[in-house]
């Protein structure tokens, strides 16, 4: 009975253990990790529609997030969209593959707006801060960028 009991408490603590990176997700609900299989690196990037240069860059974005570089991408509306609708027409105009944070998810990363966009933020795998980037990137400068780190 003894090991019954203590083969749950095991089973529950792991399951627990793995749920802890997932206090994020983006606008659709779903849960974003820190660090999944591919990726130890978040890059942050704050966007707006109105915005040329967050607009023509977001294909290089898509693919940095599609690429096997250890990096993944997620999104922030500059304007703080909250109505679900309105955000996802933004996304599909501007053609994001990548994911979208909710304003919840944004409040708890804990990062300030940036005073100019487009901007970047590069997090650890563990939430932490560890650039700051202004302007306009390409795929092969923000791996760079964390490759410095």
Known sequence: MNNILNGFILSV???????QDSGYSDFKGNALLLQDD?????VVNYW???????????SE???LHAASSGIQV????????TDQNELAGKVEKMAIAFPVLSQE????L???????????????NKGKLRKRLIGSRTHAELEAA????
């Open 13 to 19: 603590l792991l399951i627990l253990s793995g749920c």
């Open 48 to 58: 707006a529609n109105w915005c040329r240069s967050c607009r023509e860059e977001i």
């Open 146 to 149: 964390v490759a410095e780190l």
């Open 38 to 42: 591919r990726n130890s690196w978040v």
């Open 61 to 63: 974005l898509n693919a």
């Open 110 to 124: 804990e990062l300030k707006p940036p005073p100019i966009l487009p901007s970047f933020y590069i997090l650890d």
């Open 74 to 81: 997620w999104g922030v509306d500059f304007d703080g969209s």
């Open 105 to 108: 998810s944004v409040a708890a």
